[in-house]
């Protein structure tokens, strides 16, 4: 009898104790948002915070709070972020994706070293020591600090140099922030006119140390017709809002510290069929390159043509592609 009295008095007790934690439960509940939980259902779940925030769930909060874009992941990219704007009840409007550069081309053979290093195979440790090794004590150390925190087996040092492989590369962000000399940048995926160089000396000195260094002659700047280069601490920085991608400066520069394939500058061909002979693309054409007279089919010299392909955007009639 004993016992079954202690039964019934604990299962009271439950039925109080569980009304209770019910009545808790409603009254001070803190509602979340499904579509949080939706979101992180289709992020890839990586939490390596290249966007900006503590991990998948602090972005998809984020994104529902109205404090990041739906194409705030750089993993998951444009499928994800169109995944994301589907949640969200959106238009998903991608920006242009984003990359990580080393702006350094000092290799063994090109950049000279003040001494022998043998200490620790991390960059920051021996950055401590006068700079590193290597004389410019801007340029890449090639202890590969930046590869051994890259999830993504995007960065590889080829010849003393951290080489980053644009098809791979995230943009998490984690070789920026540790690489001591600060030779890691962001740049737009696909830009293929960079300035790899990061040397704030003299170009006497620069040259002394590197035969690929920027030495602020400037002649890239005086060729550019785009406005898209300017100098600041003595090294071209290219504005890439206004490149075009010319490849004009790549040419012009001395010590071909501008990187750019040539033999992939872009052509650009006029349909006759559709060209009424307006003359607006040979207006527009700052090099020279479209021949024609009014209402005359306009034909482009491909000798002259850069591919900046201002042209394109211009012609009303459409008539103009890139190749």
């Given at each position: 009898?004993?016992?079954?009295?202690?039964?019934?008095?604990?299962?009271?007790?439950?039925?109080?104790?569980?009304?209770?934690?019910?009545?808790?439960?409603?009254?001070?509940?803190?509602?979340?948002?499904?579509?949080?939980?939706?979101?992180?259902?289709?992020?890839?779940?990586?939490?390596?915070?290249?966007?900006?925030?503590?991990?998948?769930?602090?972005?998809?909060?984020?994104?529902?709070?109205?404090?990041?874009?739906?194409?705030?992941?750089?993993?998951?990219?444009?499928?994800?972020?169109?995944k994301?704007?589907?949640?969200?009840g959106?238009?998903?409007?991608?920006g242009?994706?984003?990359?990580?550069?080393?702006?350094?081309?000092?290799?063994?053979?090109?950049?000279?070293?003040?001494?022998?290093?043998?200490?620790?195979?991390?960059?920051?440790?021996?950055?401590?020591?006068?700079s590193?090794?290597k004389?410019?004590?801007?340029?890449?150390?090639?202890?590969?600090?930046c590869?051994?925190?890259?999830?993504?087996?995007?960065?590889?040092?080829?010849?003393?140099v951290?080489v980053?492989?644009?098809?791979?590369?995230?943009l998490?962000?984690?070789?920026?922030?540790?690489?001591?000399?600060?030779?890691?940048?962001?740049?737009?995926?696909?830009?293929?006119?960079?300035?790899?160089?990061?040397?704030?000396?003299?170009?006497?000195?620069?040259?002394?140390?590197?035969?690929?260094?920027?030495?602020?002659?400037?002649?890239?700047?005086?060729?550019?017709?785009?406005?898209?280069?300017?100098?600041?601490?003595?090294?071209?920085?290219?504005?890439?809002?206004?490149?075009v991608?010319?490849?004009?400066?790549?040419e012009?520069?001395?010590?071909?510290?501008?990187?750019?394939?040539?033999?992939?500058?872009?052509?650009?061909?006029?349909?006759?069929?559709?060209?009424?002979?307006?003359?607006v693309?040979k207006?527009?054409?700052?090099f020279?390159?479209?021949?024609?007279?009014?209402?005359?089919?306009?034909?482009?010299?491909?000798?002259?043509?850069?591919?900046?392909?201002?042209?394109?955007?211009?012609?009303?009639?459409?008539?103009?592609?890139?190749?």
């Open positions: 009898m004993a016992i079954l009295k202690a039964i019934l008095f604990l299962g009271v007790l439950g039925l109080i104790f569980g009304a209770i934690l019910e009545y808790a439960s409603k009254k001070f509940a803190v509602e979340v948002d499904e579509r949080v939980e939706k979101i992180l259902e289709v992020l890839p779940g990586a939490n390596c915070g290249g966007c900006g925030f503590p991990g998948c769930s602090g972005l998809a909060t984020a994104v529902v709070e109205g404090k990041a874009p739906v194409n705030g992941c750089p993993v998951g990219g444009a499928t994800v972020a169109s994301v704007g589907a949640i969200m959106v238009s998903e409007q991608e242009v994706k984003q990359v990580a550069k080393v702006i350094c081309k000092g290799t063994c053979e090109k950049a000279k070293n003040k001494y022998e290093y043998e200490g620790i195979s991390d960059c920051r440790a021996a950055a401590v020591l006068n590193g090794a004389a410019c004590k801007f340029g890449c150390l090639g202890l590969g600090t590869k051994d925190v890259c999830k993504f087996g995007a960065i590889s040092i080829e010849d003393g951290a980053i492989d644009e098809e791979k590369c995230v998490c962000g984690k070789c920026i922030d540790i690489c001591p000399k600060g030779i890691i940048v962001k740049k737009p995926y696909k830009q293929q006119v960079v300035v790899e160089c990061n040397s704030k000396e003299f170009g006497k000195t620069v040259k002394e140390k590197c035969s690929v260094g920027c030495i602020g002659c400037g002649l890239c700047a005086k060729s550019c017709k785009f406005e898209a280069i300017e100098f600041e601490n003595k090294i071209a920085k290219i504005n890439y809002d206004k490149c991608q010319c490849m004009v400066c790549v012009k520069c001395p010590t071909k510290v501008i990187k750019g394939d040539l033999t992939k500058r872009k052509k650009v061909i006029i349909d006759e069929k559709l060209c009424v002979g307006c003359t693309c207006k527009q054409c700052k020279d390159a479209i021949e024609g007279e009014l209402k005359e089919k306009h034909k482009v010299d491909p000798d002259k043509c850069v591919g900046c392909h201002l042209c394109m955007e211009k012609c009303p009639k459409k008539a103009i592609k890139i190749i």
